[in-house]
């Protein structure tokens, strides 16, 4: 008999996470279609094995993994052009950024990355709208961010960002990050409210700002070498499993979110919304920013952003 296609699927949160339910679909459509044919192995969570979260593109692209995600700033160092999705405020809603994602802007990113990396991309997550929280005081506005150390994904245009607010940003892994804010010797970190929660932050960070400065995907990606090299049948159906992981991943975000607010509450934290006045100091500090991007970009780049 011939033996099993070995497929390893990881990620970088618990199991219960909205990602690791999304990859368990994946496995799940697969493993129902060709049984005995595959062979499905899962690693929930490559922290746990002592690896940096950032280690998941390497172990994807070498084959150690076969499936993973990451958001798209992890890539930005190789692949620049991807900075164009980590501008801030470029979304007004999750169903324009969805739209783009679906749309021109998530296919030429998919063509990008594709021409300068091992992988093959299925589809995008949706990592969502990044929030401000921090353990020294309330921030309503980008006043109150000033002097403040914060992490930041590994990407320019993030770390750029946040200089503008008046913050110290810091390139750092979230290993690294996590272990900062439990001992206290980094004053801020930016992500969704899951993910916040998820980590374990709002335990040490008692003020959350709903800023949504930054809206950022997950390119579910597969080792290029092993895709290529399985059955036509068994490619597509992954690449199928994984549009409609998407899909299923996009209604439990939202619920996530949900129940990260009222773990937020119940930990005693103060879950600020910003008023309209307050939020536009946050557009106007980043504005050189946005003014610089065509230039950086391209007009025809710009345009991607907005088109589905």
């Known amino acids: 008999m011939a033996r099993p296609i070995e497929i390893r699927i990881g990620g970088y949160g618990p199991s219960t996470t909205c990602f690791s339910k999304a990859l368990k679909l994946v496995g799940d459509r697969v493993e129902a279609a060709f049984g005995d044919a595959v062979r499905v192995h899962y690693v929930w969570n490559i922290m746990d094995l002592g690896y940096r979260a950032e280690d998941i593109l390497w172990l994807v692209e070498s084959g150690v993994l076969s499936l993973g995600y990451q958001s798209s700033s992890y890539l930005t160092d190789r692949v620049p052009e991807l900075g164009l999705a980590d501008l801030p405020f470029l979304f007004a809603d999750n169903d324009a950024a969805r739209a783009a994602m679906d749309g021109a802007l998530g296919d030429w990113m998919t063509s990008r990355i594709e021409a300068q990396c091992g992988y093959r991309i299925l589809g995008w997550f949706e990592n ?181």
Do not use: K
């Open 128 to 308: 969502g709208f990044r929030h401000v929280s921090n353990r020294l005081r309330p921030v309503r506005s980008a006043a109150d961010l000033a002097g403040m150390s914060i992490r930041v994904l590994p990407s320019d245009v993030h770390a750029r960002s946040f200089a503008l607010l008046g913050a110290t940003p810091l390139r750092l892994d979230l290993t690294e990050a996590i272990a900062r804010i439990a001992a206290g010797t980094l004053d801020a970190q930016e992500n969704p409210l899951a993910n916040t929660v998820t980590y374990g932050v709002h335990r040490f960070h008692p003020f959350h700002t709903l800023t949504g400065h930054f809206y950022v995907s997950r390119p579910v990606f597969v080792c290029r070498d092993q895709f290529d090299g399985w059955p036509p049948a068994l490619r597509e159906t992954m690449r199928a499993a994984v549009r409609e992981a998407v899909v299923a991943q996009r209604v439990l975000t939202a619920e996530e979110d949900d129940d990260a607010r009222g773990a937020i509450a119940a930990a005693g934290c103060t879950l600020i919304t910003p008023t309209a006045g307050e939020h536009a100091t946050f557009v106007d500090a980043v504005a050189p920013l946005l003014a610089d991007a065509e230039a950086t970009y391209g007009s025809a780049a710009m345009r991607l952003i907005r088109q589905g």
